[in-house]
Structure formats: C-alpha cells, structure tokens
C-alpha cells in the first residue's frame, strides 16, 4: 500500500482498499494461512516535518489450533492502526505494506485456540476429542501414585 504524499490534500485524506494476501509472504507456513485480501480504512495526514496515517487494518487467516490441530478461521484486525512517517527530502512517497503486514500478523494470537472448550487430542491414542471420547482408560493421577510410593519406603 503505497501514498503518493503530494495527493495528500492539506485536511487529511482517506485510504480505503486492499492489498493481496500474497504480501504475507505464508506461503508454506503449515499452520497459518491468508484466506483473503489485507484490508485497510486509514487516514493520512500531513503534520510538521511528517505524515500521520492511523485507521484500521486486517486480514482472513485460517489458523491451525494448537489442542486439536485442526483449521479455523479468524479475522486478525489492528483497529489502532497508527505510525508517524518523517518526511525525508526527495521522498514522494510511504510504502505502508510492511508496516501494515506486520500490525496485523502482531493481532494473531500466540497460542492459537479454535474454541475456548476445545478439548484437543487425546495424548496416548491421538483421537481428536472433540469428536467424543476415545476410549482410552483415564489416566490414574501421578502426583497420588508418588506419595503412594513414598508411603511404601516409610519404615
Ligand atoms: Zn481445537
Ligand atoms: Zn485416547
């Protein structure tokens, strides 16, 4: 997304479009995938020695979730979108594209989850337990077989 400073008009002008989902630069990230178009809503304005662009920005992904594994999608959106860009002499005009990209790769979440309830996959057999239960036997709790154990020693 690029601004022609000049066109700026001296009240501030509006940007409103996109930019294709191949400025991610995903292609071949196995968990993460732009499902459509960078969308951006901004405002640039001209101010002393500078050029203020603020508004919103966001982007489709389908995102692998980290308990089941399987896809989801979401909208990962910076509505404070804001960045001061100095006006350097010579320069006509503010590539925004890395800046944009990177505000809305910062919306997504670390730990992606599909659902808060996800119950993820099944530890011993792998089953996605959001599908039901596996039937694996429950697992006797750890931390009591321990002290089980210490128990044992005491003389
Ligand atoms: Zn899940
Ligand atoms: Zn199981």
Avoid: H
């Avoid at 700026?8 to 990230?29: H, K, M």
């Avoid at 982007?59 to 909208?75: H, N, Y």
């Amino acid at each position: 997304m690029i601004i022609e400073i000049s066109k700026i008009s001296p009240e501030g002008s509006r940007y409103t479009g996109e930019d294709p989902a191949e400025v991610f630069e995903l292609e071949g990230n196995p968990d993460l995938c732009p499902t459509g178009p960078i969308r951006y809503d901004l405002f640039a304005a001209i101010v002393s020695g500078g050029v203020v662009v603020r508004g919103r920005v966001g982007a489709a992904f389908d995102l692998r979730c980290g308990r089941c594994a399987e896809f989801f999608s979401t909208f990962a959106e910076d509505s404070d979108f804001i960045r001061d860009y100095p006006l350097r002499e010579g320069c006509q005009e503010l590539d925004l594209t890395d800046d944009l990209r990177e505000a809305v790769l910062l919306r997504l979440p670390v730990y992606p989850v599909c659902r808060g309830e996800c119950r993820g996959l099944c530890p011993r057999c792998g089953r996605n337990l959001n599908d039901g239960p596996c039937g694996c036997p429950p697992e006797p709790p750890a931390a009591t077989d321990a002290w089980k154990a210490l128990d044992g020693l005491k003389i």
